[in-house]
Every structure is written in C-alpha cells, then in structure tokens.
C-alpha cells in the first residue's frame, strides 16, 4: 500500500516493531539458566520447558525447569544474603534501586520487544505502559528505601520472600513485587509464570549488570507443580507474595495456614464497568476498549462487567459496535494493532467455552464482522447483550476479551449489581455528575474505583482486592507493609512477664483478703460484703448471658458453662455458646452495617463514652479480674486503667486514621481511604481477660466494623460484665456480639462462615493454623499470633496504627480532572 492509497483509504499501514534485537539476545543466552546467587546455573532436574510465541504458535526458546532441590539452594542464597542486606543502611539499598530503575529504561525497548514475543501483548502496551510502569516502580521504591529509617522505624524487613507472579504482566508484576520488598532489605526468590519467564531472566541479568549483591535476588524458572509449591512450603521462607488465579491463592492460603508465613494474594476479579445516563459516551466507549481489550482482557481488574443506565443502554451498545468493528486485531509487533494474541492455547479453549456457555445460557453474543490470524492463538473482541445476573459469564471470570452488558435504573441498583459478585477488586464510574460518582463509589466493594476513567496504575497508588480478589495491597505506602514487621516482635516475649501467671496472690496487702492460710478469698472479692449481716445472705444469682443484636441472650443449646478461679473455686456459669448463637451474631452483625457509614466523629464520642462507663465501674472490673486470675488487685486496677487508655487511644485515633491523597504523575488525585472490612469476628487471648477484649474491640469498632467477639475462654466473665457498659453508651444494637463457649469451637465457625468478612484469633498456634485454613472459604482475611503471646500492657505492643490496618482496607479512588 502506497501513502496515496492510504490517504484515501485512511487504512492503516503496516508499522512493524523488529523482533530481531529480542531474538538475537534469546540466541545469545540459550541455553537459559536459573538465576541463583548472581549466577546462571544448569537446573537439577537437567530439564528445560517450551516457551511459545503465542502469536505464532511456534517455540521461541525453552527454558530452565527448576525443582525442590533448587529452590533449596535458592532459599539458602537469599536467607545468606538477606543477613547483610537486611541491614544494609537504606540509601545504600535506594542506590542500588535507583541503578535498576536507570537499567530497566537503558533496556526498555528490548524489554518491550521480549515481553510482546513472549506473551503476546500489543507492542504498543509494552512499549508505553508496561515497561515505563515497571522503572517508575523502581524509582519510587527506591525513595521508600531512603526514608525507611526515618518513617518505618519502628518496623523491620521480614526476611525471604518468595514470589510468585502470573503471564499477563510478566514484568510490572515482578517489579510490583521485588520493588517493595527490596526496599524494605528483604530478599527474595521469585518464580516467573512457565509461560512467560524471558523478561525476569533479562532482569536477572540487569541485577548482575549493576552488581545487587549475591542471593538478593533469585530468579527461578520452571512449572508450578515443581517451583511454586516447593516455595510455598519452604520453611525458610518468610512471606509468600501471589498474584494469580483465586483458586491457586486459595490453596495457597491453606498449604501456609499456621506456617507463620506473611502472606499476601492478588487475585481475580469481574469488575463493573459503570456507565450512567449523563456520561460522556464517546469518552466511555473509549473506556470500555481500555477496560476490558487492554491486554485481551486478561487483567484482573478489567472491566468486564458493563452495566448501564437503561435510557441509553441501545445507544451506546451501538456507538460500541462501531468501535468493536475498528478494533485491530494481529502481530502484538505492529505497533498499529490494539489486540494481540491470548497467552496460551489452554487459555484460548478457555475463553471459547465460556462463551459457548454464554450462548447457551440464553445471552446475545455479537463479534465484529473481521476474522482473526488464523496462525496463533486469537480471539476476537467479544459482547454480550440480554445476560443475567447469575449467569456463568456474568459470575465468572472470563479472562479474555469478552464484555458482558446488563442494564439498570436507579444508582442504587447500579450498586446492588456492581457489588454482586463474590470479587472485589476494581470498578470504573462514569457520570459527570461528580457527585453521583462520588457517592457510588464507596458503595462499591471494591479495592480500586476509577471515575470517569480505568485501569490506571501507578505505584505511588495502592492496589489490591476486597472478598475473593484476595487481601494486601501492593503499591504505595500502604504496600510497604506487606513486606515489615514490626521491630518488637523479635523480641521472645516470656510469659511471665505477661502477667498471666494463675496462682499468684495479693501482693498489696490490703486488698483482697486473705484468709488464715494466705489464700485469697477469690470468691467474696467480686460480691461478698465484709458486712456480716449481709455475708449471711445467700448472694442474688447473677447469670452473665451472651450479647447478640443489643440483647442478653441465652445460648441456644441451653446449656452452661462453669467458670472457675485459679484455685478452682466456681465463680460463675456463662452460655455454651453454639453454631447457631455465631449464625444469630453474625445475622445481628450484618444489620448493624450503618455503623460503618455513620461519622467518625459519632464513633469516636461512643468510644469516649464507653470508657466513661468503664471508669465508674473501675473497682468492680478490677475485682471481676482478681477473681478470675488470681492477681494481685493493684495489677488489675491498672489492667482497667490501660483498657480505659486504650479506649482512648481508638477514640482519638476514630477521625484521624484518615488516608491520603496520591499523586500518581495524572492530571488528577487518588484518595486513598481506609474503609471498614465488614463483619469481623474475633477470638480473645486467654490473658487479660479485659484489656484483651477492649484492645481489640477498639480499634475494630472505631474503624466502622460490626463484631461478632468470642471472649476469654477461661476468664469471660470479664467480657460479659462489659455488654452492660456497651448498652449505656449508646453503642448501635449488633455492632458488638459477644458469644461465649469454647473458643476454638467457636472460631472455627466463624473462620468457617462465608458472611464473615475478617477474623483474629489470638490464641494456640494450633487454633491459628485451624483458622487461617478454614478462612480459604471465603478467602477472608485473618490476622492471627500463631500461638504467640503479646505484651498488651505495652502499648507498643497492645494498640497503635497495626491495629488500625488490620481493621481496614484501603480503597483508591481515582479522580481525574481538567477538560
Ligand atoms: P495460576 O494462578 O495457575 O498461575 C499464576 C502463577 O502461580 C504462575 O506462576 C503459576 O505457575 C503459579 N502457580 C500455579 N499453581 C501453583 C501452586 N499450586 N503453587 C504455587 N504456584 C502456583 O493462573 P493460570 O496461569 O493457570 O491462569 C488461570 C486463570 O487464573 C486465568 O484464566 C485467570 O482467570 C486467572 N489469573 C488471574 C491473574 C491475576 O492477575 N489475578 C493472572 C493470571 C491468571 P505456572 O505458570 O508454572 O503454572
């Protein structure tokens, strides 16, 4: 075609990128080695894997199968390095950052080159979103690194992680991934997706170029069955980081289940696409090729669910039509095609029979009038029309370039469909009402709104899902997180300094009594009198319930359980609570969901009042505990006193744990906001009877969670005594339920029920383990001590901002302005 043929066709030309530079550089490299300790070496197994042009269908090279024993050898190497560089000072750690930034852009267009042979992806994504989105990663971490010290002080690395990423953003993941643990002088063995390693082996060699010293860095090729899995079970290994499908996380939630392993999972998504009648259709139609053809579709976040406003859904599924008609599909190495080739020929069979399931299901498919390369693995731009909420292509994650449509009258079944899914990880508004979008979207549940635009990321932002999308967030300060602990937790905590000794006695001598033989007359202390005529009296009986929707409630199963002092005097009976009391609580605590949008400040007057009341009970708490515990009454004023600080503390900290505001480099802002989680449940440690309670009550309330709170097994009566200071404090009916019995019963039920949106357990490490497995349910998020005691006195260790996190997720809301 001649330029004046294209001038009067306005077709467009051929504008090819070469693929020789990549192909040149994999000849140059074969046979490819694993990366382990800054050298290239042969796998153990002696086997290697295809890696297939997806846009050819043919083998560009094949690469290293690692296996158990190299992961050994690669945990080894990063556990030896992680000792100098987990305290490597931070600008040294920025510097070597800020070199693999330089490296990634003096690299970039071979980067590009391979990542588009590699997966298939349109040159033009790789060229200008992928590889500028993994320097700036770089970049901006490394600026974390700098000021680690000065604003993560009190927080240290974690140790190994272990990595694992998927095909669809091969390299942007590893950088999401290694950018941040590095920072904070972690290292790390990562393992690429089988289909897609070429990139994280070319950055492998960046590392070696710019001299990352040994074992930081550890590069392991290979198939999931043999490299991830062995990484997952590694016991030398710190963290786990994932992003992948929600079945693979699941069962990754379960292998490290009561490990101790921090983990953080990115998964799938089906996220609205929001269109109201006011919107700017051109600009939608715009959005919606971005939303769910950007990269075929597969990205986790796309926007593959379309729901419109009624009055103008025939209008734009039209204008769409038009624009799916113009859509190029081709050599992801033109730089004039907007779709490229779908990963793999698995994946590709994949798509077809969902849609196949689509048609079946009753639903209008349309497809443009083009047909696809026939050589290599395509798929066209796909629509669907008449679906039904619950139909599979509307429920399930499709992973191709497949959009589903379905319409809606009011905003508030806008929400109602949005929010229909088991994910939870992205949505896009559109309306030029900004105020009808900004009242949408944080009705959506969903880690990532987009106003009027979708798919932006930058790492300044934080990124991760609600529900079955997964939990952490990667990006911004807020990923940082993913990859610290706090500094205390290396100290061994003994127990005895836990005050939670249970045969102590008075020590100050004036109260309580001690009777002839020096034991403590436990059982007068609470309710007995020192008045004779009164002690002759038989005491009023007083029945501690539990407390379900702002009501004393007797337990289901009619019976009771006894409560004894240390020297196993009975003290009291409280209900044995059952699976059906939990399902009643949980009921109660999803009634009370108004809590969460009511204000902070009304919150934080609650929590004042709630400490008030507490205060004016003092002595009568501080005896419930003596009498529980056995000790010395001096200790367990000030175990009240610091419940009452706590209460402060969260009071205090209501309205002000408050997010920010990033400023990704868009003309625009992204507030990132820390929502409530939803329903939460919570085990109590055994010690503290009450300031274990309150300090995690707190905090979990002050951030707008509703709770289901099983207390003390040994000491509850701590906990029930406090449902009567909760209803004078005009604390909302179902915010807090309290559900007495045996704790690990009970947890297991909640960490079992799927309208349970987060748990913490404080208890046995074998009650941690139990929890953590049974949370891959519903992938909820947990938040447990695998069997490890916590100083709650301290406030170091008994209250502060992780306690905040762990009661919240964070929401970024993009907000892009100017004409
Ligand atoms: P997977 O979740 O299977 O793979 C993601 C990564 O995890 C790969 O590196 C894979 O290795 C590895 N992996 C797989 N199984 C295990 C395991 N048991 N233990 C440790 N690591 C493991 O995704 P698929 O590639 O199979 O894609 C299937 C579906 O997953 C897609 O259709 C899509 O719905 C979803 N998906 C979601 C992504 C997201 O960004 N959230 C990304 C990719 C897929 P290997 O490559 O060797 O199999």
Known sequence: ??????????????????????????????????????????????????????????????????????????????????????????????RYMYAIARHIQKHSRLLAVLESLDNGKPIRETRDIDIPLVARHFYYYAGWAQLMESQLRDYQPVGVVGQIIPWNFPLLMLAWKIAPALAMGNTVVLKPARYTSLTALKFAEIMQEIDLPPGVVNILTGEASQVGEALVRHPDVNKIAFTGSTDVGR??????????????????????????????????????????????????????????????????????????????IGNPLDK???????????????????????????????????????????????????VSPATTIAQVEIFG??????????????????????YGLAASVW?????????VAPKLKAGSVWINCTNLFDASSGFGGYRESGFGREGGKEGLYEYVRPKWETQETPLEALHIAKNSTSSNGSEPNEDEDGETAFQDLAFGSSNGHLATLPAIDRTPKMFIGGKQARPDSGYSRDIYDPQGHMIGQVGE????????????????????????????????????????????????????????????????????SRLFSYAAWADKFEGVVHRPPIRGAVLAMPEAIGVMAIACPEEYPLLGFISLVAPAIAMGNTLVVVPSQQSPLSATDCYQVLETSDLPNGVVNVVTGASD??????????????????GSAEGCKNVELASAGNMKRTWVNYGHPRNWLDPVQGEGEEFLRESTQVKNIWIPYGE
Request: with cysteine; hydrophobic share 40%; net charge negative.
């Open 1 to 94: 075609m001649n330029v004046m043929e294209i001038f009067e066709t306005m077709e467009y030309g051929p504008a090819p990128e070469a693929a020789a530079p990549g192909l040149a550089w994999i000849k140059e490299h074969e046979p490819f080695g694993l990366y382990i300790n800054n050298q290239w070496v042969k796998p153990a197994s002696g086997q290697y894997i295809e890696s297939i042009n997806p846009a050819t269908g043919k083998q560009l090279t094949k690469v290293a199968a690692a296996n158990g024993a190299d992961v050994d050898v690669a945990v080894a190497a990063a556990r030896t390095a992680y000792e100098t560089w987990g305290k490597t000072p931070g600008h040294v750690r920025a």
């Open 251 to 328: 069962s990754i939630r379960r292998t490290t289940a009561g490990s101790g392993k921090k983990l953080s999972l990115e998964l799938g998504g089906k996220s609205p696409f929001i269109v109201f009648d006011d919107a700017d259709l051109d600009s939608v139609v715009e959005g919606v090729v971005d939303a769910i053809w950007f990269n075929q579709g597969q990205v986790c976040c796309a926007g593959s669910r379309l729901l419109v406003q009624e009055n103008i859904a025939n209008r734009l599924i039209e204008k769409l039509r038009v624009r799916m008609e113009h859509l190029r």
């Open 336 to 386: 004039a095609v907007d779709i490229g080739a779908i990963v793999s020929p698995g994946q590709l069979k994949e798509i077809q029979r969902l849609v196949n399931q689509g048609v079946e299901e009753g639903a209008v498919m349309w497809q443009p009038s083009w047909a696809c390369p026939i050589e290599g693995y395509f798929f066209p731009p796909t629509l669907f029309t008449n």
């Open 401 to 422: 370039p497949v959009l589903v449509s379905m319409t809606f009258r009011t905003p508030a079944e806008a929400v109602e469909l949005a929010n229909n899914t088991r």
């Open 431 to 439: 309306s030029d009402n900004i105020n009808l979008a900004l009242d």
């Open 577 to 644: 609570g059952n699976r059906k009391d939990i399902r009643n609580a949980v009921e109660a605590a999803h009634a009370a969901s108004g809590w969460a949008v009511g204000t902070t400040h009304n919150r934080a007057q609650i929590l004042y009042y709630i400490a008030e009341n507490l205060s004016i009970r003092e002595d009568e708490f501080a005896r419930r505990i003596v009498q529980q515990t056995g000790r010395p009454y001096a200790d367990a004023v000030s175990e009240v006193q610091v419940s009452i």
């Open 745 to 762: 019963t009970l947890s297991q039920v909640l960490a079992d029920h799927d309208d349970v949106d987060a748990m913490w357990y404080f």
